[in-house]
């Protein structure tokens, strides 16, 4: 007796086999890719060289969105601004040797910002590994050395079969907090090679969460409850948590007043009776903190800017929520709580008790009007002017992006971010030229959002060649220059020699480029600024003038 199911033809094992077996031609570079899919990325940085072509050549089979700048360098600032803005792990494509070392600056202000920028070198083949001197285009004794005290972790795949592990352990590392660059590297023959791995679509890399220890947030909820001054620092680990709603929810159970770091623009309302907006560099602010009997510093490490350069000297009970644990107690000792900043605050907000305070307000009221008195007195109105129409051609929740340039240090200071993760700079490693690819970046994060990036001319020669990066993906980039002959803040700082420049005509270089230009004025900038910002794609407004700096308490 026969039945239907002994009728069923079973696959041979040589018929399963083909079936498992991946499609031919596949390489290195397309596990690579196949990685990154699965791991969620949609877009990808870089600048394709010749040990990374078989990366690229799979990136052009897949999906992945590529946008390749004009240097490495421009590359990875993009990179760090896309990361900024949108949380995510985002892929740097990089090549061997000098296009690698090209990413260096730029990997070192996304570590001091705590941006999650997975950097992908390509290497020399395998038998040039470990030193052996082949002789190789591009070969360096140790590549990954050059940024294993750079980037938060190191990963080196060195067959096909790693390439997922190392690439997905790398992710994970960049997005566990704190946030930060991380680094892989694949030889060139690895990533050409074919490859019998079949195709990557199970990939795992959730970040770890870093939570605080109970034991210390009931004692500092203990401490702040009973404070008679307490005060609150609030740095860039609230804006890349995600907490400045838990960081205004806490401040004003306390009736405790809020200054932010530079870094931390925009995490507290910069008009809210508590707020003490970001006058760091000012000594009325360093008093005021100073005198604080319980002082809440939350994602920061209270460095040489956030402590107005290192005059700031505690007298009441420091607690530190910090991710990074060697920032722990590194400026002041204090209670040294190592947790993510919403995971921290969550956790105060969970045991502190409320405490009335009708005077705060008025205490804030007092240094920022000190503040004001001081600046009254010197010849800054034009600078003051300045920022103001910023502000007010600026949609509230459009990024800005800030370079090494007087017109910055006063926005680190002075400038209203209106909202969370709005206002970035690269104050974090304190290069040049930041500013533009940066925003570049952030406009391929948030596609239709214009975007501003404001540069002195000196450091706007840093990245003239991705005018054409703007162009080509029609980028929605605003780019304020202001032009003043040379590297105005070294001459703020006394220094005469190598300060003046040569440059362009930056309105018709950007014309050759395609790039629509004009020159603006301190009277029109607001409007110029309103007009660029709600015309699609790219455009660059020039400011001939010169600028000064308020004048340093810290000296």
Request: glycine content about 10%; charged content about 15%; aromatic content about 6%.
């Amino acid at each position: 007796m026969t039945h239907d199911h002994d009728l069923v033809l079973r696959p041979t094992e040589a018929q399963t086999a083909a079936a498992l077996a991946p499609p031919p031609g596949r390489t290195g570079g397309d596990l690579v890719v196949e990685t990154l899919r699965s791991l969620g990325a949609t877009t990808v940085f870089g600048l394709p060289g010749q040990h990374a072509l078989a990366v690229f050549d799979a990136v052009g089979r897949s999906d992945l969105r590529l946008i390749t700048l004009r240097t490495e360098n421009n590359a990875g600032f993009a990179a760090d601004a896309y990361g900024r803005i949108t949380g995510e792990a985002v892929p740097l494509l990089l090549s061997t040797g000098p296009g690698a070392l090209m990413a260096l600056p730029a990997l070192a202000e996304a570590a001091a910002a705590s941006a999650p920028v997975v950097a992908i070198s390509s290497q020399v083949p395998v038998a040039g590994l470990g030193g052996g001197r082949q002789g190789y285009l591009h070969e360096l004794r140790d590549q990954s050395a050059s940024f294993r005290d750079v980037v938060k972790s190191v990963h080196v795949a060195r067959s096909p079969s790693q390439i997922p592990s190392a690439v997905a352990a790398a992710w994970e590392s960049a997005l566990s907090a704190p946030h930060g660059p991380v680094w892989v590297e694949i030889p060139e023959d690895v990533l050409r090679a074919e490859t019998l791995v079949p195709q990557v679509t199970g990939m795992d890399a959730t970040p770890h969460e870093l939570a605080p220890r109970p034991e210390l947030t009931a004692l500092a909820a203990h401490w702040l409850s009973r404070a008679s001054r307490p005060v609150i620092i609030a740095g860039g680990g609230v804006i890349r948590a995600d907490a400045a709603g838990k960081l205004r929810q806490l401040a004003e159970r306390l009736n405790a007043p809020v200054v932010t770091t530079f870094g931390g623009k925009g995490a507290f309302p910069w008009t809210h009776p508590l707020s003490l907006q970001s006058w760091l560099e000012d000594r009325y602010m360093t008093d005021f903190l100073e005198d604080a009997d319980v002082l809440l510093v939350v994602g920061s490490g209270l460095g040489e800017l956030s402590s107005n350069y290192h005059t700031f000297f505690p007298t009441g009970r420091v607690i530190q929520i910090e991710a990074d644990l060697g920032k722990l107690e590194s400026n002041h000792a204090g209670l040294g709580i190592h947790a993510d900043a919403r995971l921290g605050l969550q956790a105060l907000l969970e045991t502190v008790a409320g405490r009335e305070d009708p005077y705060a307000p008025d205490r804030v009221r007092m240094v920022l009007s000190a503040v004001a008195d001081r600046l009254s007195g010197q010849d800054v109105a034009l600078e003051q002017e300045l920022l103001a129409s910023v502000r007010a051609a600026l949609p509230p929740r459009s990024p800005s992006f800030w370079d090494m340039t007087i017109l910055s240090y006063w926005a680190w200071s002075a400038f209203d971010a209106q909202h969370p993760n709005t206002m970035h700079s690269a104050q974090g490693a304190g290069g040049l030229g930041y500013a533009f690819p940066a925003a570049l970046g952030a406009c391929a994060a948030e596609p239709g959002t214009p975007v501003l990036a404001v540069s002195g001319d000196g450091g706007a020669m840093y990245s003239i060649g991705d005018l054409a990066t703007a162009k080509q993906h029609g980028l929605d980039v605003t780019w304020l220059i202001v032009d003043d002959g040379g590297y105005g803040i070294l001459r703020e700082y006394g220094c005469e020699t190598g300060t003046e420049l040569t440059r362009p005509d930056f309105v018709a270089l950007a014309a050759s480029f395609g790039v629509p230009a004009a020159l603006t004025t301190a009277d029109t900038l607001r409007e110029d600024l309103a007009t660029s910002l709600s015309t699609p794609g790219p455009s660059v407004l020039v400011l001939p003038t010169t600028l000064k700096m308020f004048a340093p308490t810290h000296v």
